[in-house]
């Protein structure tokens, strides 16, 4: 039988949840994925995929809402989310130095910071497949490794805070279980993009792309390339997490034979389709014999 593929495109950045909307797109059901999660998630939540199209282009826009964590995934970064924007535009417009430091305190009321360790013991102990574990367990690993060499700290002790909130897990988790109920063991991923300039998070102003994703590279063989005009990130921690932590091998081009294609979209309107593309297919060789 011939061995499936998924093949990542990521012209416009990645993240967690616009890679889960573009596999439940591609065919995994979002009932099921739900189902799977039930048996990991210890609060009330919900996975609302939402088909959403822009640019003429259908596809899944994906809201992860988690009972008590602050309402549903904002999907625009693991680092910023709705209060980070309000303190950059006002950091930007020079008002105030420290409105952002209020803002934070306020975003970190509603998200619980949780540990590598405790969230990979979590994982194990779940009723997901041992599959799924071995995914979620992977992509976890390679967050907290560049993590912990960012912030210069022990890899069990890294305290994930945007990420290690419920819903971004669920976003890690459910991809985990998602790919597993596709059946695909092969990752391809073309070049991934991201954009220039700064960011604010809880640690103040940072680069883009940022500095985890930058560490993750070092060492992942998956370029990315700068757009200069988007001024804000487009690969996330968590979307770059994914793609190495399911071990995807970069392929500028491949010869695949697809069988489906999904559109996974972002909240983040940059002027562009703002979408993965993911693709399931066989190998053009595999599928000639």
């Known amino acids: 039988m011939p061995e499936k593929i998924l093949y990542f ?25 739900k189902h799977e999660l039930g048996k990991f998630v210890p609060e009330p939540f919900d996975l609302a995929a939402h088909p959403f199209a822009r640019n003429g282009i259908r596809g899944i826009n994906l809201d992860v809402i988690v009972e008590g964590d602050g309402g549903s995934n904002s999907g625009l970064s693991d680092h910023v ?87 971004s897990i669920i976003d890690i988790v459910g991809t985990a279980i998602a790919v597993d109920l596709i059946g695909a063991e092969t990752f391809f991923c073309a070049a991934l993009h991201d954009g220039s300039g700064q960011i604010i998070c809880r640690h103040g102003l940072i680069p883009v792309p940022v500095p985890a994703v930058m560490e993750m590279a070092k060492d992942a063989r998956l370029p990315i390339i700068i757009d200069d005009d988007v001024k804000t990130e487009m690969i996330t921690p968590t979307g770059f997490g994914i793609v190495k932590g399911l071990g995807a091998v970069f392929a500028p081009s491949l010869g695949i034979v697809p069988e489906k294609v999904g559109y996974g979209f972002g909240k983040r309107d940059t002027g562009r389709l703002g979408a993965v593309r993911i693709t399931l297919g066989t190998a053009y060789q595999e599928a000639n014999r």
């Open 81 to 167: 989310h709705e209060y980070d924007f309000k303190a950059a535009e006002t950091v930007r417009l020079g008002l105030a130095d420290h409105v952002h430091e209020y803002q934070f305190e306020d975003r970190d009321h509603h998200h619980e910071h949780r540990r590598y360790r405790d969230i990979t013991a979590m994982i194990r102990v779940s009723g997901i497949s041992e599959r799924a574990k071995r995914y979620a367990l992977n992509i976890f690993s390679v967050i907290a490794d560049a993590e912990a060499a960012v912030h210069g700290t022990c890899k069990d002790e890294v305290a994930f805070h945007e990420v290690g909130a419920m819903d």
């Open 9 to 33: 495109e990521a012209p416009d950045g990645i993240s967690g949840d616009m890679t889960l909307g573009a596999l439940i797109d591609l065919g995994a059901d979002a009932g099921e994925i």
